[in-house]
């Protein structure tokens, strides 16, 4: 080998480093659902790789900044999107003050009727800041950044204006999908609303399950579990919270069906990391 042709060799070995180096070290491709610890209530960050930013629930009270200050730089006071799955306090009022202090790109919830002051609060801050109000109804298709698809499974019709004795009937149920991962976030879904999406067949085979009502028995009946069939589910409540949730036999249905379980109570923010090709872990914060 003449001594060019050791030269061109080495630039060669160089350069393919060079590249190897650009390819390990770019940031990867991956979606991030922070489910995060906010004691007794719902909240979760959804990431998308192209740094879309979708808020579910907020919470009992204004842990939710805290969270979000602790995952977000803190330049960054936007969110593209909330989505409120109904105005119980433990899931609307930690919200509240998201809106105060964040500017927020559109919002979706039901448009169920509420008379609480929290939810109230809500709508008005909607109204006052003029953020374009989108009302859920199973069948939407929202197509994100980076590749992230949100899919509207419940309320079958519009709940706006509706007043409801029981406003898990109206729950914003939604599916989100990633590359070949999907994620379900039920709310509080009660087991009547379950039944009626199975006998309408809208019900999607998911991977990941964020369990209903914090573990309630009245939800996740077997039926549903067997339907939706995730591998993994979520479990959000508070430590030694005085509804006794997670109810044990809705941990026996997880455990016999074979579905790995995260809890909030147990082990703080729950962190799920998926890539477009179907690989996902859990880790914690
Ligand atoms: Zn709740
Ligand atoms: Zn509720």
Not at 51 to 61: A, E, F, M, N, S
């Amino acid at each position: 080998m003449s001594r060019v042709q050791k030269a061109i060799l080495a630039i060669l070995a160089v350069s393919a480093s060079a590249v190897w180096y650009v390819i390990l070290s770019a940031p990867p491709e991956v979606l991030t659902i922070y489910f995060f610890d906010v004691g007794q209530g719902d909240s979760a960050l959804v990431t998308s790789p192209d740094g879309t930013q979708i808020l579910i629930d907020g919470g009992p009270d204004d842990t939710v900044l805290r969270r979000l200050g602790e995952v977000m730089p803190f330049y960054d006071r936007s969110l593209d999107a909330i989505i409120l799955t109904h105005p119980h306090a433990d899931h609307v009022n930690g919200l509240v003050k998201v809106l105060e202090r964040y500017e927020v790109g559109m919002v979706i919830d039901s448009g169920a009727v509420y008379a609480t002051g929290a939810y109230k609060e809500w709508e008005r801050r909607i109204r006052d800041k003029h953020i374009p109000h989108v009302i859920a109804v199973s069948g939407q298709r929202m197509i994100a950044g980076g590749d992230l698809r949100v899919d509207m499974i419940a309320p079958l019709e519009s709940f706006e204006g509706a007043s409801r004795k029981n406003v898990h009937d109206g729950m914003v149920v939604v599916e989100l999908a990633y590359g070949e991962t999907s994620v379900l976030f039920t709310g509080d879904m009660e087991d009547d609303l379950e039944r009626k999406l199975l006998y309408f067949g809208v019900l999607p085979n998911t991977d990941i399950l964020k369990v209903g009502h914090h573990g309630s028995k009245t939800s996740s009946a077997e039926s549903f579990l067997k339907a939706v069939s995730p591998e993994a589910a979520v479990i959000s409540s508070g430590q030694k919270n005085r509804y006794g949730h997670p109810h044990e036999d809705v941990l026996v249905r997880l455990e016999q069906l074979g579905i790995s379980l995260h809890r909030t109570d147990e082990e703080g923010t729950v962190v799920l990391v998926a890539d477009a090709f179907g690989t996902y872990t859990f880790r914690g914060k």
